[in-house]
């Protein structure tokens, strides 16, 4: 049985940091892409980074040159270093795993979810 459990979220002014944290557990549990989605109240769950096997890494616009996506592959674990925080962040963050290639950015093609982690950004 895979599990994801993210860790790291909290309450941060405009202008801040924190670092997401998604701990892998699971026997021979091996994905192709590791992403990042995050939803806003009334609003629909949205992509915003994922890295593949080979550690190529994609983000949405409008996290790029903010937000750093990483991974531990000794510890199983996936990383979202969030700079530069906006209001427009607030969200619940979720952790996802893909098992195969393909679209990286569509979350019904993700195949494992974590709760998920509430990030608030103050103005």
């Known amino acids: 049985q895979v599990q994801l459990v993210e860790s790291g979220g909290g309450l941060v002014q405009a202008g801040g940091s924190l670092r997401l944290s998604c701990a892998a557990s699971?026997?021979?549990?091996?994905?192709?892409?590791m992403g990042w989605f995050r939803q806003a109240p009334g609003k629909e769950r949205e992509f915003v980074s994922a890295i593949r096997v080979r550690d190529d890494v994609t983000y949405a616009d409008s996290v790029k040159d903010r937000f750093t996506i990483s991974r531990d592959k000794a510890k199983n674990t996936l990383y979202l270093q969030m700079n530069s925080l906006k209001p427009e962040d607030t969200a619940v963050y979720y952790c996802?795993?893909?098992?195969?290639?393909?679209?990286?950015?569509?979350?019904?093609?993700?195949?494992?979810w974590g709760q998920g982690t509430q990030v608030t950004v103050s103005s």
């Open positions: 699971g026997r021979a549990f091996s994905p192709y892409v």
């Open positions: 996802a795993a893909k098992l195969l290639g393909g679209l990286i950015r569509r979350s019904p093609d993700y195949d494992y």
